[in-house]
T-cell receptor, first 113, second 112 residues
Framework: EDQVTQSPEALRLQEGESSSLNCSYT??????LFWYRQDPGKGPEFLFT???AGEEKEKERLKATLTKKESFLHITAPKPEDSATYLC??????????????FGKGTKLSVKP | DGGITQSPKYLFRKEGQNVTLSCEQN?????MYWYRQDPGQGLRLIYY???????QKGDIAEGYSVSREKKESFPLTVTSAQKNPTAFYLC???????????FGPGTRLTVL
């Protein structure tokens, strides 16, 4: 069964304390991996797409990396405004449709000043 | 500014009533999606549409219906057949999967 697992479920950091969020997947035919940020009561905001192992992308304090089995979202020197739930999703390479997007349950990040 | 709008933001429904959630996009995206989000669970796909007048069921389509008469609009009806409709509903669109899906602000539906 295709699955996406995010860990930890919740992460509490002090401002400036760097860390990483994990997204592991057991799917066949990965077509792309997506990271989103979601604030409470709002829709997810698109952050990154990764397509192949070894690929890296950066945006401000965030850096996403991809291996054959997992992706990491590294947060460098986080600030309180980085507090949010971070979602990972994978798109599968079969079916020929755009409906095969599987989401993880998310990691809730809290950054204390 | 281009984007996705959903209305209403909050919706209350009595048991046995059908309700329709609106989703409009002006991004000129071909594909549109409806997801449901419940606490402690990942987003689950309800329906999606890749082109006007065509749509496919997602993982949890039972009790829901959609239409795609215009490229810009993809309304979702939650019918009385949906046994547990209280949830946060998210609409999304994409030009192509490689460019990611862009989400609307969501509608929170509560059944009284």
């Amino acid at each position: 069964e295709d699955q996406v697992t995010q860990s930890p479920e919740a992460l509490r950091l002090q401002e400036g304390e760097s860390s990483s969020l994990n997204c592991s997947y057991t799917v066949s035919g990965l077509r792309g991996l997506f990271w989103y940020r979601q604030d409470p009561g709002k829709g997810p905001e698109f952050l990154f797409t990764l397509y192949s192992a070894g690929e890296e992308k950066e945006k401000e304090r965030l850096k996403a990396t991809l291996t054959k089995k997992e992706s990491f979202l590294h947060i460098t020197a986080p600030k309180p405004e980085d507090s949010a739930t971070y979602l990972c999703a994978v798109h599968l390479n079969y079916g020929g449709s755009q409906g095969n997007l599987i989401f993880g349950k998310g990691t809730k990040l809290s950054v204390k000043p | 500014d281009g984007g996705i709008t959903q209305s209403p933001k909050y919706l209350f429904r009595k048991e046995g009533q059908n309700v329709t959630l609106s989703c409009e996009q002006n991004l000129n995206h071909d594909a549109m999606y409806w997801y449901r989000q419940d606490p402690g669970q990942g987003l689950r796909l309800i329906y999606y549409s890749q082109i006007v007048n065509d749509f496919q069921k997602g993982d949890i389509a039972e009790g829901y219906s959609v239409s795609r008469e215009k490229k810009e609009s993809f309304p979702l009806t939650v019918t009385s057949a949906q046994k547990n409709p209280t949830a946060f509903y998210l609409c999304a669109s994409s030009k192509g999967v490689q460019q990611g899906e862009f989400f609307g602000p969501g509608t929170r539906l509560t059944v009284l």
